[in-house]
């Protein structure tokens, strides 16, 4: 129950729409970075050479000392207007628990799957995007070395999953709210999550085999 | 062989002071086209007169005995019990103002939801009783027809994770009825009024998209493509270059 106390009406702005825009923007520009990034790396699996000339290019080009910060940028950014949707508070907390407990839905706990990874990823996306910017430049020999000590390999295999969970999730959630995952097209939506989920998870695990075989 | 169905059911009058809220089971034999409705209405007749629980139409119509089934927010008349297990679980819905076990009010919920999306048609002409009534074309009838089909139960707000955590989304009901105006040919709103309604995290930007709404709604309305639609209008309306 509210009690509503002023005289005066809010002024009403048109901030909200340019927030929801922009999150959705930066979401929909993180997850396309994301994939591409995957696809990239993954190239260590054709060959150390494939990957050096790739990493090479981007590091000539300035695009990795450009692109890599903007995209940290990007990150912080998405987080904080995607957070103003996430419950902080203890309460709101009990209650969206309780509820998908309750409700028994995939959508629903869909999104509680993409709120908890946010909270994992927003630290160890930073840890990975700090370590490899902070050590330009990129190479397949280096990377392997980091895969190949135990600590960042667990770390990696933490951080492969909950990225690609949330980026398929949030690819699909994108597709809902702006109208173009509709009623007759919703399987299909569903199923474009999963079946990218699952490539992009595979492709990782087999970078990550690849660089730990790396001699 | 008809079963033997055990209900748990949801116990709680918050006019009583002495009412603890707690579960009671009630064991009732399962009979043919049994619907929760029916089941209710024999347990109240012969083992519990207290029971509380709302209903009206019996058909699906008035939308008095949403409740929560087995965890799902739905229509006590249209749900059979030969469709759900043997053991059934009754919850009054979330989110509304407990009247007593399972009958809750929505009324008032509904009620400032109208007049915050200011739910009439807004028009400048002045209405002529004489004259004949103005033509509208059928596909437009139609699509504010389905609109216009929601029995406000409630279901779809007890289904709202945003709801849930906060009491001031307007929810699917809410954004539905306010898109029933929004392709009316006779409401003269502007789209900048509509957004002044609507254009809020408390509006059409605080969905998250979680569906529940579209995954419950007893009358299938088609919450989910009305979500999508009144979120990229309000959008777009606010890009420079459709000041």
């Known amino acids: 129950m509210t009690v509503d106390t002023t005289m005066h009406v809010s002024a009403p702005g048109r901030s909200a729409a340019y927030l929801d825009w922009l999150q959705m923007l930066t979401g929909a520009g993180l997850i396309l970075f994301m994939w591409t990034h995957m696809i990239l790396v993954s190239s260590v699996i054709l060959g150390v050479g494939a990957m050096d000339a790739l ?161 | 062989m008809p079963r033997n169905l055990t209900f748990n059911i949801f116990r709680y009058n918050p006019q009583d002071p002495a009412s603890v809220p707690h579960m009671d089971t009630f064991v009732l034999g399962e009979t043919d086209s049994m619907t929760l409705f029916i089941a209710l209405g024999r347990i109240r007749e012969e083992q519990d007169p207290s029971l509380q629980f709302d209903f009206c139409c019996r058909a699906g119509v008035c939308g008095s005995c949403a409740m929560v089934i087995n965890g799902r927010p739905g229509l006590a008349c249209n749900t059979k019990v030969k469709d759900l297990p043997a053991e059934i679980t009754l919850l009054p819905l979330p989110f509304f103002k407990l009247v007593g076990d ?29 004259q004949e009534e103005e033509r509208m074309d059928n596909d437009t009838a139609n699509r504010i027809y389905e609109l216009d089909r929601c029995i406000e139960c409630g279901c779809c707000i007890a289904a709202c994770g945003t709801a849930r955590m906060r009491k001031d989304f307007l929810g699917a009901a809410g954004l539905n009825r306010l898109a029933r105006f929004l392709i009316d040919p006779r409401d003269q709103r502007t789209e900048r009024e509509y957004f002044e309604l609507i254009g809020n995290d408390q509006g059409i930007f605080g969905c998250m998209g979680l569906l529940a709404c579209e995954d419950v709604c007893p009358k299938r309305l088609p919450l989910q493509d009305q979500l999508g639609f009144l979120r990229r209008k309000m959008a777009l309306s606010v890009l420079p270059w459709k000041k």
């Not at chain 1, 990493?55 to 000539?60: H, R, S």
């Not at chain 1, 990975?128 to 960042?152: E, F, G």
């Not at chain 2, 739910?119 to 209405?127: A, D, I, L, N």
Request: net charge positive; proline share 3%; charged share 15%.
């Open chain 1, 55 to 215: 990493a090479y290019f981007f590091e000539a080009t300035g695009m990795a000392q450009v692109g890599g910060p903007l995209i940290g940028l990007a990150f912080l950014v998405h987080f904080a207007l995607a957070a103003r949707k996430v419950p902080f508070r203890v309460e709101q907390q009990k209650i969206i628990w309780k509820h998908a407990k309750m409700l028994h839905h995939r959508d629903t706990w869909l999104w509680l799957v993409q709120a908890g990874s946010a909270m994992v990823i927003l630290l160890m996306g930073s840890i990975h995007m700090w370590t490899v910017l902070t050590d330009l430049p990129i190479s397949a020999a280096k990377s392997a070395a980091r895969v190949q000590q135990w600590q960042w390999l667990l770390f990696y295999l933490v951080l492969l999953p909950l990225v690609e969970l949330h980026v398929g999730i949030g690819f699909y959630r994108i597709g809902v709210k702006w109208g173009f995952i509709r009623r007759d097209n919703r399987a299909k939506g569903v199923k474009s999550e999963k079946v990218l989920t699952i490539v992009f998870v595979s492709i990782g695990a087999l970078t990550l085999i690849r660089f730990l075989t790396l001699g």
């Open chain 2, 102 to 130: 399972l009958s809750v009010d929505t009324g008032t919920w509904f009620r400032e939801m109208y007049q915050r999306v200011e739910s009439w048609v807004h028009t400048e002409r002045v209405f002529d009783p004489a």
